[in-house]
């Protein structure tokens, strides 16, 4: 049996990690729902393997891919750089430029009126999820298993509390316990499309490796501080936050050492 491509494992390994968005939110089918002092110690877990995985599997690994390119010096960190702000920066277009709506600060981007509420929120939550898959389908394509494996058991880790949060915010919207779990489910399917995207890109264009891993760590760092951090500090429950956010990053290095 033939090995499976770097773009095969991208995607699939970005659709496990997405999966695991529905697993986190299977909860609220059953009313137990855990304490808000809880989903934030969880999202700050989230946040912690999140900003790990930004820099010991992607932005360690855009350095190594540079200097291997253009020997040492300024260029390859000038590279890495570069690519970290424009991450960043595609993520903070998307959110000036399309049309979403957070649980507790309302809505951001173009007037959309005509837009059903529920779509703002699938809108952000795309917005959020997709430069993770992102980030899952570049480690794929830059190094195959040893590359992907430790950034989609990170990224799945980390999807399993996000999923509770969006089922739980919905829930307190007025949707059912099934509809509120099938969107969260449903949000994590754009994962797979980052991973396909980011595992093509690479696989195709070699020179283009420190460019996409330093990209993906940039998005995924615009929405760590954008929207994971403030999140997990708006009730007062910082210091739990911070605690999961300690043990996360702590894991994915961990993971990342051991597997990669």
Not at 100 to 111: C, I, L, M, V, Y
Not at 146 to 169: C, K, R, T
Not at 199 to 212: F, H
Request: charged share 10%.
């Amino acid at each position: 049996m033939e090995p499976l491509s770097p773009i095969a494992l991208g995607f699939l390994g970005s659709l496990a990690a997405g999966s695991l968005t529905a697993v986190g939110a299977v909860p609220v089918l059953f009313g137990r729902i855990p304490s808000r002092a809880t989903r934030d110690l969880l999202l700050g877990f989230a946040a912690g393997v999140m900003l790990a995985a930004s820099f010991f599997s992607l932005i360690i690994p855009a350095l190594d891919a540079a200097e291997g390119q253009f020997d040492n010096g300024a260029l390859p960190a000038a590279i890495v750089c570069v690519a970290i702000l424009l991450g960043m920066g595609a993520v903070a277009l998307m959110n000036e430029r399309l049309p979403h709506e957070h649980f507790k600060t309302g809505r951001e981007g173009p007037d959309a009126a005509s837009l059903r509420r529920v779509w703002l929120f699938i809108i952000a939550i795309t917005i959020h999820n997709f430069p993770e898959g992102l980030a899952v389908g570049v480690g794929f394509g830059a190094d195959g298993l040893s590359g992907g494996l430790p950034l989609a058991i990170g990224i799945g880790l980390q999807n399993a509390p996000e999923g509770l949060a969006v089922a739980v915010s919905l829930l307190g919207e007025g949707y059912s316990r099934l509809r509120a779990w099938g969107i969260a489910a449903l949000t994590g399917l754009v994962e797979p499309v980052g991973g396909l995207l980011g595992a093509g890109i690479i696989s195709l264009s070699q020179p283009l490796l420190p460019w996409g891993l330093a990209f993906a760590a940039g998005a995924m760092l615009y929405v760590i501080s954008h929207e994971i951090i403030p999140e997990t500090h708006r009730s007062g429950h910082q210091n739990r936050a911070t605690l999961g956010l300690a043990v996360g990053l702590v894991i994915m290095l961990f993971l990342d050492v051991w597997l990669g």
